[in-house]
């Protein structure tokens, strides 16, 4: 098989060029395949298929243009590619190409979120709400991804083309590094604990919560360190992370990674929100054989109890720093079987080589959340054309009451998670009551949560009433902290009698 791939290569400043350097070799050894990082030497009549590496930065901006101009097999290393839209048209002063981009995507919603963004209403979610992944996915002849969570929520958004599950590798490998001068030279003592964080730093992978649980481990044990090695994103205050015991490396080069990875004893990876990824440098900490954090969330939730060690966003700062200070099992045994389960080389090629030549992806039975997607846990429903999407949990109301002057207004949680009622960086569900008399709007009420709802349970929220009603009823809107309501439509309506 004659393959053509279009990917960036090291020393460009993506995790993407790292799994590019670990793949090309591996899949070379079955087919003849050349990687392009430009169109202008492509001719697509020399090949029998084409690869395009998507990940959600500008180094991405090639691939995605010629799997759009000429469908392949796209490989989303990150279901969300907003960042990289919005880098290929608003960046550059293009509104107009950025709402066509979100339209496209996710129909009015979407336009109307491009709208607000490009008049300068912006929230940091909307990139996750919409990921802007659909249409690529669509046209493309078949969808690779790298973990389960992935692969529905593109189904969750009304992909039909292909998707196939496919293993990412790991570095089998790795050159020798002397652990002890790296981190004398990082300024580690040999009694010091380090801790690591990797890679491109952004506020999804919770620098704060990193940072709160270590300061409050350190009172707890005093020889912890932190090691930050990676370039942080244009938006993170590097000033509110470092401090007394931090170690910040900045860029690291992919050929310093290895010796970092020696270096430490403990890694964090936690996510929230999640772009589908699955972690290149989470992979390579598994590979090194030491204990992993985790958020127990999204695709990270899928890896095995004794192989990470999940934290759960509820008591998420006190449960990290648990794990910084106390004394945890050895996972290394767990970690080489997983990997060699899971991310062998040779299982990528074997999934790669499936999608190029059209084999049918395995996929599992339909269930009822066949057609549900998830962030933070609240259920997403399917978006088709212009459809309206729904990003909220699934609250209904139970029951109202009338007592003296006020209603006791019952939310049942009719979904299949939890609904939080706070976690860090995770913006609060609000419930909007609107109480009518008659046709008429006398009153609202934007009302918190008092706490979580599991699965099934139900919450009282109280209403004061401030006149007597002869006719009432009242109408459910879910709102999101700094998410605008692109739909004004009540989630539910009841009657009070």
């Not at 932190?226 to 942080?232: K, R, V």
Request: aromatic letters at 8%; glycine letters at 8%.
């Amino acid at each position: 098989m004659r393959i053509a791939m279009f990917t960036p290569l090291p020393p460009a400043r993506t995790g993407v060029a790292h799994y590019a350097s670990m793949l090309l070799p591996a899949l070379s050894a079955r087919a003849a395949v050349r990687a392009f990082a430009s169109a202008e030497e492509y001719y697509p009549e020399e090949y029998d298929g084409v690869v395009y590496q998507l990940g959600n930065n500008p180094f991405h901006e090639l691939a995605y243009a010629e799997a759009m101009r000429r469908p392949g097999v796209a490989v989303l290393h990150d279901l969300v590619l907003h960042h990289l839209i919005v880098e290929m048209t608003l960046a550059r002063g293009n509104a107009d190409a950025y709402v066509a981009a979100l339209e496209a995507n996710h129909g009015q919603a979407g336009a109307a979120w491009a709208r607000g963004r490009a008049a300068g209403l912006h929230s940091e979610m909307g990139n996750f709400l919409f990921p802007a992944s659909i249409s690529v996915a669509n046209r493309s002849r078949a969808v690779i991804v790298h973990n389960r969570w992935a692969a529905d929520k593109l189904r969750s958004f009304g992909v039909e083309t292909p998707i196939h599950l496919v293993p990412h590798p790991f570095e089998q490998r790795r050159r020798p590094v002397d652990r002890e001068a790296i981190r004398a030279r990082l300024g580690f003592a040999p009694g010091h604990r380090v801790i690591g964080l990797f890679g491109f730093l952004t506020s999804a992978k919770r620098g704060e919560v990193v940072v709160e649980a270590f300061r409050i481990a350190r009172t707890r044990e005093a020889s912890l360190r932190l090691l930050i090695a990676g370039e942080p994103a244009p938006n993170i205050d590097m000033s509110k992370i470092a401090g007394d015991g931090v170690v910040i490396t900045g860029y690291a080069a992919d050929a310093d990674f290895d010796g970092y990875y020696a270096a430490a004893d403990r890694f964090v990876n936690l996510r929230y929100p999640s772009a589908g990824e699955t972690s290149g440098t989470l992979i390579r900490a598994l590979a090194a054989g030491k204990p992993v954090a985790v958020s127990d969330y999204a695709q990270f939730a899928e890896l095995p109890d004794d192989v990470v060690v999940k934290i759960p966003f509820d008591d998420e700062v006190e449960r990290l720093a648990d794990f910084l200070a106390d004394e945890v099992r050895d996972p290394a045994p767990a970690q080489q079987q997983w990997l060699e389960e899971n991310a062998r080389p040779d299982k990528t090629v074997r999934g790669y080589l499936d999608a190029l030549s059209g084999a049918t992806p395995t996929r599992r039975p339909s269930s009822p959340v066949e057609n549900a997607a998830e962030v933070g846990g609240a259920p997403l429903s399917r978006q088709v054309g212009g459809d309206p999407l729904a990003i909220f949990p699934a609250l209904s109301i139970a029951h109202v009451a009338k007592e003296g002057s006020a209603l006791l207004l019952t939310l049942r949680n009719d979904g299949r998670d939890v609904v939080r009622a706070r976690s860090w960086g995770q913006p609060a569900y609000r419930a909007l009551v609107k109480v009518f008399d008659g046709a008429e709007e006398i009153q609202d009420h934007w009302m918190a949560l008092p706490g979580d709802v599991a699965p099934g349970h139900s919450v009282q929220l109280t209403l004061p009433l401030y006149r007597d009603v002869s006719d009432l009823s009242l109408r459910l809107h879910h709102a999101l902290e700094g998410v605008p309501i692109v739909d004004s439509s009540p989630a539910e309506s009841v009657r009070v009698r």
